[in-house]
């Protein structure tokens, strides 16, 4: 299982020290969790801050747009090289066209699923993707208790997946902890996102992504 803790749970006071702290801890990519106060009902980091961050981790960045105009945050965050944007489905008219702009800017394309939307609603642009992101809450804010019912539908995914673009991962990103992470990877997940898990452990950060693996 790869790990990608959420900074969104470090203490951003010392913001560039918790983002060294789980690169050394062995994580694999650092997710970055960009709120517009307009898609999400919260307002997080912009380009400066997400720039610092950049520049503290040793692992790729893994940014999570939760904006609306992902195309105007995309050009934004392109020149930080993360390896991978993900943005949602719902928010976007014409995500093919978006998937093209990423990959031609060298990064990663990823698209989000709220837990409402179906793995289905998005078949016709797998083929194109690197990654899908289930939510496994409800996207705004750390700290939320896991919706299982996610299980089952990255097992759905996991099928679409084999049948349409069978190198395009899935990661899921909320109230994910050493519990429900065995469940997710019988499921097939290659990816947890895990913000309150890892930063809150009471071993620390090391412990936290070493039990998530
Ligand atoms: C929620 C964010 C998540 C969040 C995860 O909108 O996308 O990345 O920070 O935090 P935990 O693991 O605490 O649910
Ligand atoms: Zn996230």
Redesign the pocket.
Known sequence: MQVAP????ADFGHLAQDVKAICEGGCDLV?V?V?DGHF?P?LTIGPVVVEAVAGAATRPLDI?L?VENNSFFVDIFAPLRPKYISFHIEEEKHPHRLIQKIRALGIKPAIVLNPHTAPASIAYLLEDLDMVLL??????????Q?IPSVITKAAELKMLIDKHNPDCLIEV????NAINVKQLAEAGVDIV??????Y?HPDGVNAAIAALK
């Open positions: 959420s900074i969104l749970s997710h969790d709120m999400v919260n999570h939760m939510m496994s809450v409800n996207p705004g804010f750390g700290g939320q896991f990103d909320g109230g994910v996102v895990a913000g309150s898990f890892v809150k």
